[in-house]
C-alpha cells in the first residue's frame, strides 16, 4: 500500500472511509510514530493530525491541523525541512455506510478542533500526534484500529464524556 496512485484509488466516493495512516517520525525521533487520520465523507476526504509547531495554516486549530500535507504523505524527515519527506502507508482503514462506525468516527473527526482536549499544548511526550489519534479511538474501539507500542504519547489520550 506504499504506492501513492494505488492510495488515492482506494478512496470510493459512495462511502465514509477513516484510513489511519503512519510514518516515522522526525530524524531524531525516527523509533517513534507520527500517525494521523484520512477521511472520507463521500467523496470529501481531508487528513487530520497534531503536528508540532509549524508556520501558519489556516486550518490550524492550536496543534490540531487539518490538510496541513498531502493525505498520503508523511512529515518531514529533518524537523522543518520541506524537501525530504517520510513515505507514509496506512496502517488500517474501515468504511460503511450512513449508519457505520467510519460514518460516526468521521463525524466526530471533524468536530474533533472544538472537543479535543488538548488543541493548545504539545509536549514531545505527550500530549501530540499519537495522543490526538488515541482520543479518537478511545470513542471508537469497535472500529479494531490500534496504535502500536511505539506511539509514543497515546497513553495520555482520555475521554471526556
Request: with cysteine.
Amino acid at each position: 500500500m506504499n504506492n501513492i496512485k494505488l492510495k488515492k484509488d482506494l478512496i470510493n466516493k459512495d462511502k465514509y472511509q477513516v484510513f489511519l495512516c503512519v510514518c516515522p517520525a522526525n530524524l531524531l525521533f525516527s523509533f517513534a510514530i507520527h500517525p494521523w487520520f484520512v477521511i472520507n465523507h463521500k467523496g470529501t476526504v481531508s487528513r487530520w493530525e497534531v503536528l508540532f509547531p509549524r508556520r501558519k495554516h489556516n486550518l490550524r486549530f492550536g496543534y490540531l491541523n487539518k490538510n496541513f500535507y498531502s493525505l498520503f504523505q508523511g512529515i518531514e524527515i529533518l524537523p522543518f525541512s520541506q524537501k525530504y519527506f517520510w513515505k507514509g502507508k496506512i496502517l488500517s482503514k474501515i468504511e460503511g455506510d450512513e449508519n457505520s462506525v467510519a460514518a460516526q468516527m468521521i463525524d466526530f473527526i471533524e468536530k474533533s478542533n472544538q472537543n479535543y482536549p488538548y488543541t493548545e499544548k504539545y509536549c514531545l511526550i505527550g500530549p501530540n500526534s499519537n495522543t490526538y489519534i488515541q482520543w479518537v479511538l478511545n470513542y471508537f474501539p469497535q472500529s479494531n484500529m490500534v496504535l502500536p507500542w511505539n506511539a509514543i504519547g497515546k497513553n495520555k489520550a482520555r475521554k471526556l464524556k
